[in-house]
């Protein structure tokens, strides 16, 4: 397993580019299965998931090529519906495949999806939207087959606004025959983002970034050729690092509108923040300020993927500050970890109390998922010392090597892959 270590104590200082948005990239592969034929998508960043879902893909038959941050995917010879159990458990976007695949074949078999341990994460909502559309689902111990000879719109109406679901019902819904409204759906951007890339490809779907989403089902979809967005949670980890190290970073290719909780958060914290079309400017000098209370709920308010890297700027400011997780219960496990680097933070129910500290110092750490290890690895930059960062394979999910983003900011950072073992004969 590979490991990082950081040298702490260097202001992170100079000028990047944003990778693509994992979260709208994964969807939109999965939504190219819906047209026969060669679809392109650009500023497709190389990470793990995205690994996988291209193995996905080409275990269904697609052809599927990632070239710079290109990825080419001809899906004319796709010809099963089965998702093999071991690259559905590898992440929980395999979970996507679930409306394309129905759409397309009238069935998908899948498997509970795997993916970071950051809560229960159920597919109930999903499973719901798809019967709703008539789908007939068989759950039997892991696995779900879902089969449809036709597929009709219908209104259906999310409890939760689930990311995942949302997406799943727009991507089968796309094939039905007359009109799916979803109400209390999701309004990420990313759920924008397959909004267009679908309608690119000859969608009917209005109201994506609103509660309520109308999708007019049409007979085929044709590839296309597509740019996904900028990560926003990539965005704001670099702003947060920028902050805690007291350094000056210029982020280009973002789109700030998507950050605006993030924004306040951090102003209320006393990071200077500069807006100029896509390019955001993050400086600071002084220790931030406590934030009295931030809590974690579905967009536009502040998102549980940049929880576990504003508790690291918490964790140095002057002052009590608390952050309240509502999306996953189990995704408070980098407060261990943080405490190990000399953070004072205590945890009752979903709620974190963080006391500031002037800092904190380097230490061996595990990062426990995704956005906690990218929290694990701000900690280590800001720190006192030397920091190393263990399983960052979880961290290789969502950032396109860390560790050269960050070098070319100042960053002394290295990852060190072990050794291989080596017979004596
Ligand atoms: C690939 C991707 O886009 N991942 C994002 C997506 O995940 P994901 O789509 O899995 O997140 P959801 O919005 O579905 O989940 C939010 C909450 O709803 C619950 N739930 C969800 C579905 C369901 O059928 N039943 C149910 O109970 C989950 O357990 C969780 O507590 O949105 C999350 C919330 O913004 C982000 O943290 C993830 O980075
Ligand atoms: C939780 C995340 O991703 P996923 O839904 O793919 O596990 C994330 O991106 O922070």
């Given at each position: 397993?590979?490991?990082l270590?950081i ?230 980890t670099?702003?947060?690092a ?125 990062a ?5 290890g990218a929290a694990l690895v701000i900690a280590g930059l ?5 920091t190393?960062v ?5 961290i ?6 860390i560790?050269?983003?960050l ?6 950072i ?12």
């Amino acid at each position: 397993m590979d490991k990082l270590v950081i040298e702490g104590g260097k202001p992170l200082s100079g000028t990047i580019v944003i990778q693509g948005a994992k979260n709208a990239a994964l969807p939109i592969l999965a939504a190219s299965l819906l047209a026969e034929g060669t679809t392109t998508i650009d500023s497709v960043p190389h990470l793990l998931d995205i690994d996988v879902m291209l193995n996905i893909l080409r275990e269904l038959g697609c052809r599927a090529e990632h070239t710079g941050e290109t990825v080419v995917l001809d899906t004319t010879s796709a010809h099963t519906s089965h998702v093999p159990e071991t690259l559905m458990k590898q992440m929980r976007s395999s979970i996507f495949l679930m409306g394309p695949l129905l759409a397309r074949f009238g069935e998908a078999q899948v498997y509970q999806p795997g993916g970071c341990a950051i809560g229960e994460r159920k597919i109930d909502l999903h499973l719901q939207g798809l019967a709703a559309l008539g789908a007939e689902i068989e759950e039997a111990n892991n696995r779900i087959i879902c089969r449809a000879s036709k597929l009709t719109g219908a209104d259906i109406h999310l409890s939760f606004p689930s990311v995942g679901a949302t997406e799943n019902i727009m991507m089968a819904a796309v094939l039905a025959e007359g009109r799916t409204t979803i109400s209390n759906a999701a309004r990420e951007p990313e759920i924008q983002d397959l909004q267009r890339f679908l309608n690119t490809m000859g969608a009917k779907i209005m109201g994506a970034g609103t509660d309520t989403i109308t999708i007019d089902g049409v007979k085929e979809l044709a590839p296309c050729r597509y740019k996904v967005i900028p990560d926003r949670i990539v965005t704001g980890t670099i702003m947060v690092a920028a902050a805690a190290t007291r350094g000056q970073v210029t982020l280009q290719q973002t789109q700030p509108a998507h950050l605006s909780s993030l924004i306040h958060v951090m102003r209320r914290a006393g990071v200077q923040i500069v807006v100029d079309g896509d390019i955001i400017k993050v400086g600071s000098s002084a220790r931030p300020k406590a934030v009295e209370r931030i809590v974690t709920s579905p967009y536009p308010a502040f998102p549980t993927d940049l929880q576990s890297q504003i508790m690291v700027l918490l964790a140095l400011a002057d002052g009590v500050s608390i952050l309240k997780e509502t999306i996953f219960e189990g995704r408070l496990k980098h407060v261990d970890e943080l405490s190990r680097m000399g953070a004072d933070i205590r945890v009752d129910m979903n709620a974190a109390f963080i006391r500031g500290v002037p800092r904190l110092y380097g230490a061996t750490v595990e990062a426990t998922d995704l956005r906690a290890g990218a929290a694990l690895v701000i900690a280590g930059l800001a720190a006192q010392g030397r920091t190393i960062v263990e399983q960052v394979h979880h961290i290789d999910r969502g950032y396109d090597r860390i560790e050269t983003m960050l070098s070319r900011l100042g960053a002394r950072i290295s990852r060190f892959a072990p050794v291989p073992h080596m017979p004596n004969n």
